[in-house]
Structures are given as C-alpha cells and as structure tokens.
C-alpha cells in the first residue's frame, strides 16, 4: 500500500501559479503510475495528468501547454505545476497512485484550488 500527503492549493488569481506535491509513504514508489485528478462542484472526477516512474506523461486537452508534471523518484513525490490558471481549473486536486502490479488505485486526501479575482 501506499499513502499519499498532497500540499500547494489555495486561492491565486486568474492568470496566475501554483505548484501541487504529492508525497507518497509506505511502498516502492517507481511501482507506481502517479497522477493528479480534479473535481469541480457538481462535476465528476476527471483526469489532470499521469506520469510513469520512466517520465511518460498524458495530459488532459484542457491543461496541455499550461500544466507539467513531474516525479522525483529519489523524494518519492510528483508535482503539479500549474501556469496560466483558468476559473475553470478551480476544483479539488486529488493525487492518485495506480500500482503497475495490481492495477489498485491510491487517493490523497485532495487539496483545493481556487481561481478567482
């Protein structure tokens, strides 16, 4: 199993930045496709973004040219950074972790982001 501890979300501005980490506890992390997830109000979840432990990444349209992801293997952590945010990324950011071996999936607790004048 795995434990997920995300931190970064807030308030920011429409245009503006903010940068997500995920710190994962209790397992071998490089087993582990990494990922972040969104939910709006009155919305499902939906996909932010994957990164394998090899640097392989898939981005939703809605973020690509705005988001990057990354993974630091040796901190067992990902990050979301987002640029250029819109209203519409205002949303609860959850970090998922899916085991390459058992395909289970792993939640944070999610972290909210707010974009707004």
């Known amino acids: 199993q795995v434990q997920l501890v995300e931190s970064g979300g807030g308030l920011v501005q429409p245009g503006g930045s903010l940068r997500l980490s995920c710190a994962a506890e209790?397992?071998?992390?490089?087993?582990?496709?990494m990922g972040w997830f969104r939910q709006a109000p009155g919305k499902q979840r939906e996909l932010v973004v994957t990164?394998?432990?090899?640097?392989?990444?898939n981005y939703a349209d809605s973020v690509k040219g705005r988001f990057t992801i990354s993974r630091d293997n040796a901190k067992n952590t990902v990050y979301l950074q987002m640029n250029s945010l819109k209203p519409e990324d205002t949303a609860v950011y959850y970090c998922n972790a899916r085991s390459i071996v058992t395909l289970t999936h792993y939640w944070g607790q999610g972290t909210q982001v707010t974009v707004s004048s």
């Open positions: 990164i394998t432990s090899g640097g392989s990444t």
């Open positions: 209790g397992s071998r992390f490089s087993l582990y496709v």
